[in-house]
């Protein structure tokens, strides 16, 4: 469609927020400028999208190979959920010091760079020793995995500022690298754990990256983000006391929780008390010091948007549920089931599947349909899908209980995921639009650590009580799976009701968010729905 450009969204500059206007005809659908070809830009957004599937391509890897490593290198239950917790971690807790990084000294390098790094990791990774060494090593990763995800999302927020069809066609490829990323993690790790053994993983990653890398270099266009200079007050900008605080509140908290059931008094052990009320006391400061300082890692102004809040707790919700159940039933089906890791792959096929037809289906339909809508179906789908996990036997059929399953979960996370990227991708100008992606990947990220801190909890306590001898899990050794697939169902539930509270409609029609009311509502510089006049 082609209309004069009357504004972009609005840049600030020391509070003060001036519009950038230009006059000229343009074409929203068009190839933006910065592509020599439409070959380069769908390069560049399958660059992009790898980037944010870095951190769940590797939880999707461990998630197979839990039964291999537990038994090679002696690992206990609260180790083995480490090595996805210690990556979620990690990445969750430096999202948004990057996000400041790449805003202030420039995308492009911290891009690269980045990938580069995670593929030597991985590859180190592969030689892993201990138990200690892999799950460090896991965390390294998820650090390269925070690095790269800001100023990916900040080069496509820059590159496709407009709302249009365009962008919600790049948006949702983008969002699928989350959800999709931990699919095809599980599948090319079972596949190479099955030829190999389970180190294979590891050196599969480090080879797709060396391949993402190259294709990097050729497709990421210049990246012209005014840079800053290194000076005192630039370093003032990196919110190292909320890093700081993020670490160790969520580290202890988590560390707790999938430790408690393990020590040697449970929950009375002296220093399962201490981590979990440290931890609790860390996360407060955090939230106090980033209303006190002057340079936050989450502007707190952000909150005033009623539905931003709203999208960013719905999500969270479904994110403490989502990666957890695809580790448990991976756990099962290795544990009880006996299955290979390639045969754990296969059955976890129908997410990979499920969830590419999916993100098609969102990216056609956002801009068509109310968005508060998907989220609801979302929240509902997964609601459905961990009851299906949780009331099945260990002999009750695949067909009937884990496949169906596994469709809605990935229908849950990929409405939600692509809703609430592109909705944050228009509450920031595009100076802080790094930062806003990392808020939406932090919550994702952090949300997998505590999920499985609790869920360690849930199926340690079962365990410890032993199998029940009567009732509906009578003698079922399921019975330790199910309650952390029933937890899912809780936990995802309670994000039903915040949905009919959202007043998201399509997204990706003309218009652009230009700030917030006295009321916490947003504005909008130009008509942004269906059925208003057109500029």
């Given at each position: ?6 504004s ?9 927020t001036t519009?950038i206007?230009?006059t ?17 830009e ?7 999208t790898m ?11 461990v ?6 490593v537990?038994?090679?290198?002696g ?6 959920t ?29 891009f ?5 790094l995670?593929?030597v ?8 020793k201990?138990?200690?060494q ?9 650090l390269?995995s ?28 983008f969002?699928?690298?989350n959800p999709m990323?931990?699919v095809?993690?599980?599948?090319f790790?079972g ?22 890398v ?8 210049v ?9 005192v007050?630039a ?10 605080l993020?670490?160790a ?17 449970g929950?009375?052990t ?19 010091w980033?209303?006190w ?15 931003f809040?709203?999208?960013i ?23 009880i ?25 969102a990216?056609?339909v ?6 508060s809508l ?12 961990f ?9 009750s ?8 399953g ?7 996370a ?5 809703v ?7 509450s920031?100008?595009?100076a802080q639009?790094?930062?806003a ?7 994702t ?16 306590a ?12 009578a ?54 729905e ?6």
């Open positions: 469609m082609e209309r004069l450009n009357e972009v969204q609005p840049e600030k500059a020391d509070g003060v519009a206007t230009a000229g005809p343009i074409d929203d659908e068009a190839r933006p400028d910065v592509f020599s070809s439409t070959v380069q769908i390069l560049f957004v399958a660059v992009a980037a944010i599937a870095m951190s769940s391509l590797v939880s999707g890897a998630t197979v190979i839990t039964a291999q537990q038994n090679d290198l690992m206990t239950t609260a180790e083995l480490w090595l996805s917790g210690s990556s979620s971690l990690a990445a969750g807790s430096f999202l948004l010091f990057f996000g400041r990084l790449a805003d202030l000294f420039g995308r492009k390098t911290l690269l760079g980045s990938m580069v995670f593929a990791f991985s590859l180190a990774a592969g030689f892993s201990t138990p200690l892999l799950d460090i090593l896991n965390g390294v990763m998820g390269m925070a690095a790269s995800v800001p100023p990916g999302q900040g080069m496509l927020a820059n590159i496709y500022q407009r709302p249009s069809k365009r962008k919600n066609r790049v948006f949702a490829c969002s699928a690298g990323g931990f095809f993690g599980s599948v790790s596949i190479a754990t099955q030829l190999f053994n389970w180190r294979a993983s590891y050196f599969l990653l480090a080879i797709i990256y060396v391949v993402v190259a294709i990097a270099i050729l497709s990421v266009p990246d012209h983000t005014p840079k800053t200079t290194l000076s007050q370093i003032k900008q990196f919110d190292v006391v909320g890093t700081l993020t670490i509140g969520i580290g202890m908290f988590s560390g707790a929780l999938s430790l408690g059931s393990d020590a040697p008094q929950w009375k002296p220093y399962v008390l201490v981590l979990l009320i440290l931890g609790a006391l860390f996360i407060l400061g955090f939230i106090i980033e209303k300082y002057t340079y936050p890692l989450v502007p707190m102004s952000i909150w005033g948007d009623r539905d809040s709203l999208v707790a719905i999500l969270l919700l479904g994110f403490l549920a989502f990666p957890i159940m695809s580790f448990w039933v991976a756990l099962f089906m290795q544990k089931k006996g299955y290979s890791p390639l045969m754990v792959a296969v059955h976890m096929l129908p997410m990979a599947i499920g969830g590419i037809l999916v993100n098609i289906v990216g056609l956002m801009h068509r349909v109310s968005n998907l989220m609801a179906i979302g929240a509902v789908a997964y609601v459905g899908a009851l299906l996990m949780g009331l099945q036997h260990s002999a059929s695949y067909w009937a209980f884990i496949f169906p596994l469709l809605l979960a990935v229908v849950g990929d409405f939600e995921f692509c609430a990227n592109m909705y944050v991708m228009s920031l100008p595009p639009q790094s930062i992606g990392g808020i939406l990947q932090t919550v990220k952090l949300c997998v650590t505590i999920g499985m801190g609790i869920s360690t909890a849930i199926y340690d079962v365990v410890s009580r032993g199998l029940a001898e009567g009732g509906y899990f003698g079922d050794p399921i019975e330790p799976y199910s309650a952390t697939f029933l937890y899912c169902a809780g936990i995802a539930a309670l994000g039903i009701p915040l949905c009919a509270f959202l007043r998201i409609g399509s997204q990706g029609n003309t218009g652009v968010k230009e700030g917030l009311d006295h009321d916490g509502r947003s504005k909008e510089s130009v008509v942004e269906k059925g208003r006049a057109e500029v």
